[in-house]
């Protein structure tokens, strides 16, 4: 979402201030994956699911994501401030899931690898980033950027969506394959569209190029604004289930079931800078949220 902001900010020259895994290849039942001739159809139906190996509280974790894991707009206009991220964040205040689930020293244990502006193609190259600290945890939150396009029609296809978030993973499963994986779902970006137009301030912001599929004439309703936010909208679920599914293919991942993109954001949790991205306080909510996906057994 950045690159698009900045973009739109340098055409308005005066408005600068507004501005791992590892896959379950082994059978339901742990043998050969072919039943034997005492075994039941019955007993083999209800036979007990494979337990996923799942530390609560790992030793090490990378960050990996786009503008919301980099804490942009959170603290001053156009910066990042990975300070506030809810991943690895080290303010007491958003109490990051690095924070909450190290068991020591979150502060040199904790890598972000995230950029603004990233998109989900972008991932893989994060993953090998990530890989170079041999994390025992990644978290990712990816998505927006493939979303935020010029128009509906410019989005990313679901299927490169899904080999490029397929291929990070299996990456990560190859070279690490002790690491588990915490995949956030993306946010409603309608959401943070009817929250954000509000603001006089944050619809100004948005004129300069932020989210243009999504924010675009934010006060219009008519069919044809309504129908492109809706086809956004759609498009997020659709990502979202995508990560959902390649997540569940692989026994050291979590995903986190659409918590995030059912979170329901209030002005107060908005960067004041673009009324987009989640301010400190939306950051902790992210934390927390994100926290006790991870801090199950």
Same mark, same amino acid.
């Given at each position: 979402?950045?690159?698009?902001?900045?973009?739109?900010?340098?055409?308005?020259?005066?408005?600068?201030?507004?501005?791992?895994?590892?896959?379950?290849?082994?059978?339901?039942?742990?043998?050969?994956?072919?039943?034997?001739?005492?075994?039941?159809?019955?007993?083999?139906?209800?036979?007990?699911?494979?337990?996923?190996?799942?530390?609560?509280?790992?030793?090490?974790?990378?960050? /990996? +994501?786009?503008?919301?894991?980099?804490?942009?707009?959170?603290? %001053?206009? &156009?910066? =990042?401030?990975?300070?506030? $991220?809810? @991943?690895?964040?080290?303010?007491?205040?958003?109490?990051?899931?690095?924070?909450?689930?190290?068991?020591?020293?979150?502060?040199?244990?904790?890598?972000?690898?995230?950029?603004?502006?990233?998109?989900?193609?972008?991932?893989?190259?994060?993953?090998?980033?990530?890989?170079?600290?041999?994390?025992?945890?990644?978290?990712?939150?990816?998505?927006?950027?493939?979303?935020?396009?010029?128009?509906?029609?410019?989005?990313?296809?679901?299927?490169?969506?899904?080999?490029?978030?397929?291929?990070?993973?299996?990456?990560?499963?190859?070279?690490?394959?002790?690491?588990?994986?915490?995949?956030?779902?993306?946010?409603?970006?309608?959401?943070?569209?009817?929250?954000?137009?509000?603001?006089? /301030? +944050?619809?100004?912001?948005?004129?300069?190029?932020?989210?243009? %599929?999504? &924010?675009? =004439?934010?006060?219009?309703? $008519?069919? @044809?604004?309504?129908?492109?936010?809706?086809?956004?909208?759609?498009?997020?679920?659709?990502?979202?289930?995508?990560?959902?599914?390649?997540?569940?293919?692989?026994?050291?991942?979590?995903?986190?079931?659409?918590?995030?993109?059912?979170?329901?954001?209030?002005?107060?949790?908005?960067?004041?800078?673009?009324?987009?991205?989640?301010?400190?306080?939306?950051?902790?909510?992210?934390?927390?949220?994100?926290?006790?996906?991870?801090?199950?057994?």
């Amino acid at each position: 979402m950045r690159s698009l902001l900045r973009r739109g900010l340098a055409l308005a020259a005066g408005a600068a201030l507004l501005g791992g895994c590892t896959v379950s290849a082994s059978p339901p039942n742990g043998g050969s994956g072919t039943p034997s001739a005492h075994t039941s159809h019955s007993a083999a139906a209800h036979a007990p699911k494979p337990v996923r190996p799942w530390n609560a509280h790992p030793p090490s974790v990378a960050a /990996l +994501g786009d503008s919301i894991t980099r804490g942009f707009d959170a603290c %001053s206009p &156009l910066s =990042d401030c990975p300070e506030v $991220s809810w @991943a690895t964040g080290t303010r007491t205040k958003v109490d990051s899931v690095a924070q909450r689930l190290l068991a020591t020293a979150p502060a040199t244990k904790s890598w972000n690898v995230a950029h603004s502006g990233a998109r989900v193609a972008d991932l893989p190259d994060q993953a090998r980033a990530a890989a170079a600290h041999r994390p025992a945890m990644v978290t990712v939150l990816i998505g927006a950027n493939d979303a935020c396009a010029s128009t509906a029609d410019a989005m990313t296809p679901v299927a490169d969506f899904r080999d490029a978030f397929n291929g990070a993973l299996s990456y990560l499963h190859r070279v690490l394959p002790q690491t588990q994986i915490l995949v956030a779902s993306i946010p409603d970006l309608k959401r943070l569209w009817s929250v954000g137009r509000q603001n006089p /301030l +944050g619809k100004q912001v948005w004129k300069l190029g932020l989210c243009p %599929s999504m &924010l675009r =004439d934010a006060d219009s309703h $008519s069919a @044809a604004a309504e129908q492109r936010r809706d086809t956004v909208r759609n498009r997020v679920i659709a990502y979202n289930a995508v990560l959902g599914e390649v997540c569940g293919q692989y026994t050291r991942c979590r995903y986190d079931g659409g918590a995030v993109f059912d979170y329901r954001f209030g002005t107060g949790e908005l960067s004041t800078w673009d009324w987009f991205h989640p301010n400190a306080d939306g950051q902790a909510e992210l934390a927390r949220i994100l926290s006790s996906i991870a801090d199950r057994n």
